[in-house]
């Protein structure tokens, strides 16, 4: 009880200081994915430097490219790359700084059903499609041999708002159903052929808990904290990957090949390399302009809150259910904050 | 002829108890409400749950504060900004407003109060939320100030024209200019019927959402700058509801609990300022 | 002495006659705003709405296809969600405010009307995100446990309960706005039929009906308009509903007669794809938005035109609790 009057004294302050100069309010929107972490990230940094408030909203990477497009919060996030198209919208001042790694993963509801779930590419995409319609297909039922699945019509949930969530499992979709690729394609937004919309990772996991026989797609960690059941998903090797932190990290392998120094971070996970890889992974990404014009203070907090995001805040990440970033892209990602200029200078603090 | 009498009684008694059980089965959702509010929410209701914010997703304990007081703080810009101007243009109405212009005024008032308010959220968005560059409370009380408008209208002028014309008659005979008629002697008299309107409108949009999805958008800080996003009891139920967590459900009744409170104490001390002027003659 | 140029009349007055000029300037600015106000609106959504009418003309109001990938909108899917759940709310809600408002103005000895009436009122009171709230974890559950399966028993041929229960539907959507909009029609309704002028009922008494004959046959007539009037209200309010709804009707973009499968209406689309929309797809949510308001403007100008015949031209419409 201390404490809580103590941080409200302390925000008290920080409200009441807001305005001058000594309390830093930074705005953010966007993706649900990383929300569990970057509030953990977020409470923990607010509450440790009072003379920052950072404040994250998460409507969806749709609504944070829209967001940071209009100008109307200081930063963004999605899993949803921004196209060439919307970077040209911006003038190309933002960069995509990825903050973490996260699979998605198929959940569902089935009664007395313990062992997880295996889906192969196919599968998963005309159960997408709406081919498949019973849990007791004779299809599902070829890969589940050790699994007795009930005779339960599949209820398909998946987001109603613009998500990168989607993105990420709609590009998977694209990539191993040419079905999927010619009538519906990737977006963060697409034409569902089935299903029920849910709003946000949360609304996806909420509509899977309370509904008999649904099946959605949601981050890891989603999973993990309501502790819904997670399917396994046949990668490129032929093999059921269950997702967990060692499998998300397998996927970046191949991908740090295709970086190099100068990357504009914004790569594919999708489908990677490895046997032991799971093929819906992906990073998530920040999305920070490049100039910040005169707002020096603000640029300065958020690139610092970044750093320390990416340094220390990676040590949270297995236990919410994500992936920390590999070692090897952190003197990239440092590199490109450096270049983050305001006022015509690099905000990167003189101490680290 | 006797048996068609009784027959006839018969049906009246039937239909005299069917507009009995209507008026239960109206009534069962309200207690049903009611109740599941005071059970699920007071288990929610603590000292931390009064001042703290809400905690990390997933995480247990944290409270609504930052919504109580972002609550307050819309709800105030919104009545700051609606009351003055619907009071005004009520008082135009029961003064001024025969002419075409006031059926016009009053019509369009009367058609305006079921306005949706998405559409308001989605029109001051564009109106002051793109120009400004980011969300905040600010926009958000606008949209509730549009909102309000037509309501406080029409009520005001509906009491200012209960006001009996003998006080307009005798303050003019007096010797008191038009505007002073109007402003010191029927708005006076009207006031409590006046207040009374603007309270019904302040309790109504006390509970609103959908214009502030758009405008204020929500904050998980203790904010109080109108200048920037702020959270409200109604955005934080919306957001708890719609998710997956236990906690989040919990704090959802509690929160839901807090604002139906506040709307009853508008609406409640609305009616309490009616019954004291029927008291004072 | 001609009262209304009382700046004539005494020497006072004369000194500042002005201040009548000034006081109704003030008083003809405040009201204003509401003409403005309306233009505004109106005038917004109209612009930000225009590539997407200039882009799909009238085929907006009848194709289904809503699509951001390939940047094709057609709001067939709301409207009918809209207009269906509307409807069920109506058929639901009708009835019962009818019977609540004959019960209190006729039936219900006087020490109860008060009570009664306001808690009846009370359910205007409760914010659109509480009943959906109440919807999401109380209805929903209740439904699926005791009401679909005899119902899908019984009707589960027809197509308007075909199919499966997922709990978020539009019967659950229905049966939420029907509750929500019950305390409107039956506030009106008592104040219409109040209205009606004691002789009617009287005279249909002294010849010999019975209570509900008199009721039927004379009080509801003459009140007829005004009644009518208080349903198109409800309708009103029914279609701009938008929390309550974007909870409990489960977000599916599908044009489907049946009631317990999900929906989508014109206020939770934009509820939901807002804040992300960009370029085509915002403006086809802003003429979702203009089509609503149209609807909701034709359909409250007509509850005001069958209201003031009865009630002549007094606030009812307007009153919130």
């Given at each position: 009880m201390q404490s809580a009057s103590r941080t409200l004294l302390l925000t008290l302050l920080a409200a009441v200081g807001c305005g001058g100069s000594e309390v830093v309010l930074l705005n953010g929107a966007g993706a649900t994915f990383p929300n569990i972490i970057y509030q953990k990230w977020i409470t923990d940094y607010n509450t440790a430097h009072p003379e920052v408030q950072l404040n994250y909203q998460s409507i969806g990477s749709g609504g944070g490219v829209q967001q940071f497009t209009d100008g109307t919060v200081d930063f963004g996030a999605t899993d949803g790359p921004m196209t060439d198209e919307e970077i040209a919208a911006v003038n190309g001042n933002v960069l995509h700084i990825p903050t973490v790694m996260g699979g998605v993963v198929p959940t569902y509801n089935l009664q007395g059903v313990t062992e997880p779930v295996r889906f192969s590419q196919e599968v998963i995409g005309d159960i997408y499609l709406g081919k498949i319609t019973r849990w007791n297909d004779v299809r599902l039922r070829a890969i589940n041999?050790?699994?007795?699945?009930?005779?339960?019509?599949?209820?398909?949930?998946?987001?109603?708002?613009?998500?990168?969530?989607?993105?990420?499992?709609?590009?998977?979709?694209?990539?191993?159903?040419?079905?999927?690729?010619?009538?519906?394609?990737?977006?963060?937004?697409?034409?569902?052929?089935?299903?029920?919309?849910?709003?946000?990772?949360?609304?996806?996991?909420?509509?899977?808990?309370?509904?008999?026989?649904?099946?959605?797609?949601?981050?890891?960690?989603?999973?993990i904290i309501n502790k819904m059941p997670v399917g396994a998903i046949r990668n490129r090797f032929g093999n059921f990957v269950t997702p967990d932190f060692s499998t998300v990290s397998a996927a970046s392998a191949g991908a740090m090949a295709a970086m190099g120094p100068d990357t504009d971070f914004r790569v594919s996970l999708i489908d990677a390399e490895g046997e032991r890889t799971y093929p819906v992974s992906s990073f998530t990404w920040l999305l920070v302009k490049k100039d910040y014009g005169d707002q020096t203070a603000k640029a300065r907090e958020l690139v610092r809150f970044i750093w320390s995001a990416i340094n220390d805040g990676q040590a949270a990440?297995?236990?919410?259910?994500?992936?920390?970033?590999?070692?090897?892209?952190?003197?990239?990602?440092?590199?490109?904050?450096?270049?983050?200029t305001a006022s015509g200078a690099p905000v990167w603090p003189a101490e680290d | 002829m006797i048996s068609g009498l009784t027959r006839r009684r018969l049906l009246s008694r039937i239909m005299t108890g069917v507009t009995v059980l209507c008026a239960i089965l109206a009534l069962a959702p309200l207690f049903a409400i009611f109740g599941d509010l005071v059970v699920r929410g007071a288990s929610s209701l603590n000292w931390d749950f009064f001042v703290k914010n809400p905690a990390a997703a997933g995480d247990t304990g944290g409270g609504v504060a930052n919504a109580i007081v972002g609550t307050l703080i819309i709800v105030g810009v919104g009545s700051a900004l609606g009351l003055p101007v619907g009071i005004g243009a009520g008082?135009?109405?029961?003064?001024?407003?025969?002419?075409?212009?006031?059926?016009?005024?009053?019509?369009?008032?009367?058609?305006?109060?079921?306005?949706?308010?998405?559409?308001?959220?989605?029109?001051?968005?564009?109106?002051?939320?793109?120009?400004?560059?980011?969300?905040s409370a600010l926009a958000g009380g606008i949209a509730l100030a549009i909102l309000m408008?037509?309501?406080?209208?029409?009520?005001?002028?509906?009491?200012?024209?209960?006001?009996?014309?003998?006080?307009?008659?005798?303050?003019?005979?007096?010797?008191?200019?038009?505007?002073?008629?109007?402003?010191?002697?029927?708005?006076?008299?009207?006031?409590?019927?006046?207040?009374?309107?603007?309270?019904?409108?302040?309790?109504r949009i006390a509970g609103e959402t959908a214009p502030l999805l758009f405008t204020a958008l929500g904050n998980l800080n203790?904010?109080?700058?109108?200048?920037?996003?702020?959270?409200?009891?109604?955005?934080?139920?919306?957001?708890?509801?719609?998710?997956?967590?236990?906690?989040?459900?919990?704090?959802?009744?509690?929160?839901?609990?807090?604002?139906?409170?506040?709307?009853?104490?508008?609406?409640?001390?609305?009616?309490?300022?009616?019954?004291?002027?029927?008291?004072d003659g | 002495m001609d009262r209304r140029s009382s700046d004539r009349t005494s020497p006072q007055s004369s000194r500042i006659g002005w201040g009548d000029a000034v006081f109704k300037v003030a008083l003809t600015a405040f009201a204003a705003v509401i003409p403005l106000l309306f233009l505004a609106l109106v005038g917004r959504l109209a612009v930000s709405a225009w590539p997407t009418i200039r882009a799909f003309g009238l085929r907006f109001l009848t194709t289904s296809t809503?699509?951001?990938?390939?940047?094709?909108y057609g709001a067939a899917p709301m409207i009918f969600g809209t207009l269906l759940s509307s409807l069920l709310a109506l058929v639901l809600a009708v009835p019962l405010a009818l019977g609540v408002a004959i019960y209190l103005t006729e039936f219900a000895p006087g020490w109860l009307r008060r009570p009664v009436a306001t808690l009846v009122e009370l359910l205007a009171a409760i914010p659109s995100v509480v009943y959906g709230l109440w919807g999401i974890f109380v209805l929903i559950p209740l439904l699926r446990a005791y009401v679909i399966p005899p119902l899908q028993a019984v009707l589960g041929w027809t197509p308007l309960f075909s199919g499966t229960f997922f709990g978020n539907s539009m019967l659950a959507a229905g049966m939420i706005l029907a509750i929500m909009i019950l305390p409107y029609i039956s506030a009106v309704s008592r104040e219409v039929l109040a209205a009606v002028p004691p002789s009617q009922r009287e005279a249909a008494l002294a010849l010999g009906a019975t209570r509900w004959e008199a009721v039927w046959s004379a009080v509801l007539p003459y009140g007829r308009a005004g009644v009518l009037g208080a349903i198109v209200l409800g309708l009103g309010r029914a279609l701009g509903e938008t929390m309550a709804v974007v909870m409990v009707i489960g977000n599916r973009h599908d044009l489907s007669v049946s009631l317990v499968e999900p929906g989508i209406t014109m206020a939770a689309v934009i509820a939901n794809e807002f804040n992300e929309a960009a370029g085509l797809q915002r403006a086809a949510l802003f003429e979702v938005g203009l089509v609503l308001f149209g609807v909701t403007l034709a359909v409250n100008a007509l509850a005001r035109l069958l209201v003031w015949r009865v009630a002549r031209g007094s606030a009812v419409g307007s009153r919130a609790i």
């Open positions: 041999p050790g699994i007795t699945l009930p005779d339960q019509g599949i209820v398909v949930v998946h987001r109603s708002d613009g998500s990168g969530t989607t993105y990420i499992w709609v590009d998977y979709l694209t990539t191993v159903s040419p079905e999927w690729a010619s009538k519906v394609g990737r977006g963060r937004a697409v034409n569902w052929p089935v299903g029920l919309g849910g709003r946000g990772n949360e609304g996806v996991a909420a509509t899977v808990t309370q509904t008999p026989g649904a099946i959605g797609y949601v981050e890891l960690g989603y999973a990440a297995p236990d919410l259910g994500y992936a920390p970033l590999p070692a090897e892209l952190k003197p990239w990602i440092e590199a490109r904050l450096r270049t983050v | 008082v135009y109405l029961a003064e001024y407003g025969g002419g075409r212009f006031g059926v016009t005024v009053r019509f369009l008032a009367d058609v305006l109060t079921g306005t949706p308010s998405v559409i308001v959220g989605v029109f001051v968005w564009m109106l002051v939320v793109r120009p400004m560059g980011h969300f408008v037509p309501m406080v209208t029409r009520t005001t002028e509906e009491m200012v024209r209960l006001v009996p014309h003998s006080l307009r008659e005798a303050a003019l005979a007096l010797g008191f200019p038009r505007w002073r008629t109007t402003a010191q002697v029927m708005v006076r008299a009207a006031w409590p019927g006046i207040v009374t309107g603007a309270l019904v409108a302040v309790a203790f904010r109080t700058n109108v200048l920037q996003p702020m959270q409200t009891l109604s955005l934080q139920i919306y957001v708890f509801a719609t998710g997956p967590f236990e906690e989040w459900h919990r704090l959802a009744w509690g929160a839901a609990l807090v604002l139906m409170a506040i709307v009853l104490v508008f609406g409640l001390s609305a009616r309490f300022v009616t019954r004291t002027r029927f008291r | 809503w699509d951001p990938v390939a940047n094709v």
